[in-house]
């Protein structure tokens, strides 16, 4: 009879754990998914309940921090949120310090201080801090070893794992100058990493949808298999219609895979929610949508249909990039001077093309504007 008290009492312990992980694990995706979905007021109120109801869950500080992390993704150019964000990871990483002061094997404090380490780092890596961010390689990676024997079972660890695999031999291979700072961690192996990022990008528990866009951007920019990169982020914006992120990316494949029919029903989407000031949907976003309206027209010949949306671009360009001659500031520039050229309006073309030559090199932007000085643009037929 006792022994089928203690049983009941363990199993009646047990069902409530399992409740209180499912109420918990509701609250963190709930949460997840509203950041997404840029609905940021909401994320915030979803996790201040998960700070005031598991207030030793480091967790509900994690994903606090995410919310700012989307911010700053939404208008990558943009610093001011970057202070606010370590502040916020600095302070997860002190919750996990004093956890760990007690426990050192605790899974989920080593879990959540390496995430923060590691989104710190990759907040220096998009600031070409690359000292900062090597730094932050170092320290991270101990810790996801560190998880992985605590718990095998977490396999969103496996997005650290995979993320380090394939950046620290891509790295080694497109940005020599960065070895000395990478000599004193193991070598990468980016097979190997893309292995484990499609593992977490399907199996993942927090972590799968981040992984599925980090994988995404691993197989548009470097492995240029643009199929298998439509295919994730058709995914995500079917999943989060509202991330004008994800909307654009998205976007941007379809332009590489020369789906230019469909590209242009996409920018136009975006272009309608700018100007309709849906959140997220940003300047910097409508300078995009533009241009890419602008260079479709541009790739098809129809060069007056393509100059009010560079002309467009380009005085957005010359607002939020006033100090900062980015790559799409000038090629949209140099694309409207061509435009101009082939409608016949010369003075107008020589005048971007000065433009051009006053601005950054960017890939060959100056040999172009000279080029067409001196001979105007005649576009191929």
Same mark, same amino acid.
């Given at each position: ?195 484990? $990022? ?9 972590? +799968?949808?981040? &992984?599925?866009? /980090? =994988? %995404?951007?691993? !197989? ?97 360009? $010359? ?9 799409? +500031?000038?090629? &949209?520039?140099? /694309? =409207? %001077?061509?435009? !101009? ?41």
């Amino acid at each position: 009879m006792i022994k089928v008290f203690l049983i009941l009492i363990l199993l009646i312990s047990y069902i409530s754990n399992q409740a209180q992980d499912a109420k918990f694990d509701s609250l963190i995706n709930k949460g997840i998914s509203q950041i997404y979905n840029i609905q940021f007021d909401e994320a915030k109120t979803t996790f201040s309940k998960v700070i005031k109801d598991y207030p030793k869950n480091p967790a509900g500080k994690f994903f606090n921090a995410m919310i700012v992390w989307w911010q700053i993704m939404l208008d990558i150019e943009n610093e001011s949120y970057d202070d606010s964000f370590c502040d916020k990871l600095e302070d997860v990483i002190d919750m996990c310090d004093d956890i760990l002061d007690e426990n050192p094997n605790n899974a989920n404090a080593l879990f959540f201080k390496g995430g923060a380490i590691g989104f710190r780092g990759r907040l220096y890596t998009y600031r070409e801090s690359w000292f900062k961010a090597a730094l932050d390689g170092k320290d991270a990676l101990p810790l996801i070893s560190e998880i992985y024997k605590a718990d095998p079972s977490n396999v969103d660890v496996q997005l650290g794992f995979g993320i380090y695999n394939y950046y620290a031999e891509l790295d080694h291979e497109k940005y020599p100058a960065l070895k000395p700072l990478l000599a004193f961690l193991p070598n990468g192996d980016k097979k190997h990493g893309l292995k484990q $990022l499609k593992y977490v990008a399907e199996k993942g528990k927090f972590a +799968k949808y981040e &992984t599925q866009y /980090f =994988l %995404a951007q691993i !197989y548009n920019k470097y492995e240029k298999d643009f199929d298998s990169a439509f295919e994730i982020m058709n995914s995500l914006c079917d999943n989060f219609p509202n991330n004008p992120v994800f909307q654009k990316y998205k976007g941007m494949i379809l332009v590489r895979k020369k789906d230019y029919s469909a590209a242009k029903i996409l920018f136009n989407d975006i272009l309608i929610r700018c100007n309709k000031n849906f959140i997220g949907y940003t300047k910097r976003t409508k300078r995009e949508a533009n241009y890419y309206l602008g260079y479709i027209d541009y790739i098809a010949n129809n060069f007056s249909n393509a100059i009010p949306y560079l002309e467009e671009s380009k005085r957005i360009s $010359l607002i939020i990039d006033k100090d900062n001659d980015t790559e799409s +500031k000038v090629n &949209t520039i140099l /694309f =409207l %001077a061509k435009c !101009y050229d082939a409608t016949y309006n010369r003075t107008k073309a020589k005048e971007l093309y000065n433009m051009v030559l006053d601005l950054e090199d960017k890939g060959n932007s100056h040999n172009q504007a000279e080029k067409y000085l001196k001979t105007p643009f005649t576009p191929n037929k």
